[in-house]
């Protein structure tokens, strides 16, 4: 089981800050791990009231049915979680309001390999990726083909955290959008992402949304955030995905990014 760790949170004094309007219904931001999810979370969590933060994991699988006070919907709470699609997952998180995260896969596979390798990323079974003895593309090759018996390979992940939820009523959200909307603040293109994004999750745009933006968008707020990270010494990785891995991720997963529509 792998153990997270790095900066404190200390958003919910800035979230205490402003009028909230409570949820009237569950909230789960459901994503791809390594898929951006401290930033989507952040960002909604400045519109929601602390109280309705549910705080005590990250939902999964194993972990779920310890959990499920999270899409109680006479007591909404926003939740968030890497859930693989099952029958069990399907039934559980029914009555909340469903946001799907997903990331460009060529990036992926760069976020994945750096938090694998990072302080912040700690299983047994994989420290030994942080010796030095794999070079930067063993590392990718490692985060597109996985390792059998210790993590699963990006088809896999992206198949049962991501497509299999694709048309069950999710609102598709991907990494890339909300960047470049954060890029542009000021423009009209973001009142509108923002408004919608609000809106899939039952939240009326206030006025200040802009603000509140900002302040959960902020990067020293995440503790997996590229600059938070650090790598072991002499670790370097590009800042874009090489051809030939691009080339490995479309041969490994043909079809995914088109299906994501990022073709």
Not at 80 to 102: E, G, K, P
Request: net charge neutral; glycine share 6%; proline share 5%.
């Amino acid at each position: 089981m792998a153990i997270i760790t790095g900066i404190a949170d200390t958003l919910n004094q800035d979230v205490a800050r402003f009028d909230q309007v409570s949820l009237k219904q569950p909230v789960m931001l459901n994503s791809v791990p390594k898929g951006g999810t401290h930033l989507l979370r952040n960002i909604i969590r400045m519109f929601v009231p602390v109280e309705q933060h549910y705080d005590a994991d990250f939902i999964q699988i194993p972990n779920m049915h310890l959990h499920l006070e999270a899409f109680n919907p006479h007591r909404p709470k926003l939740c968030a979680a890497h859930l693989l699609f099952s029958d069990q997952a399907a039934a559980n998180v029914r009555t909340a309001r469903h946001i799907l995260l997903v990331r460009d896969p060529y990036d992926w596979v760069l976020a994945r390999a750096r938090f694998f390798v990072s302080d912040a990323f700690h299983q047994d079974n994989l420290e030994h990726l942080k010796s030095g003895v794999f070079n930067p593309t063993m590392l990718l090759n490692f985060m597109i083909f996985g390792l059998h018996g210790k993590t699963p390979a990006l088809a896999d992940v992206y198949t049962h955290n991501a497509a299999a939820w694709l048309g069950t009523g999710v609102y598709l959200v991907r990494y890339e959008d909300i960047l470049g909307a954060l890029s542009d603040l000021e423009s009209e293109a973001a009142e509108a992402y923002f408004g919608a994004l609000l809106d899939a999750c039952g939240i009326d745009r206030p006025g200040d949304w802009r603000e509140r933006v900002r302040i959960g968008s902020d990067r020293r707020q995440s503790r997996t955030a590229r600059e938070n990270l650090k790598l072991p010494d002499g670790m370097a990785f590009p800042k874009s995905l090489p051809e030939q891995q691009k080339e490995l991720v479309d041969f490994h997963a043909p079809g995914l990014r088109r299906l994501l529509g990022y073709v």
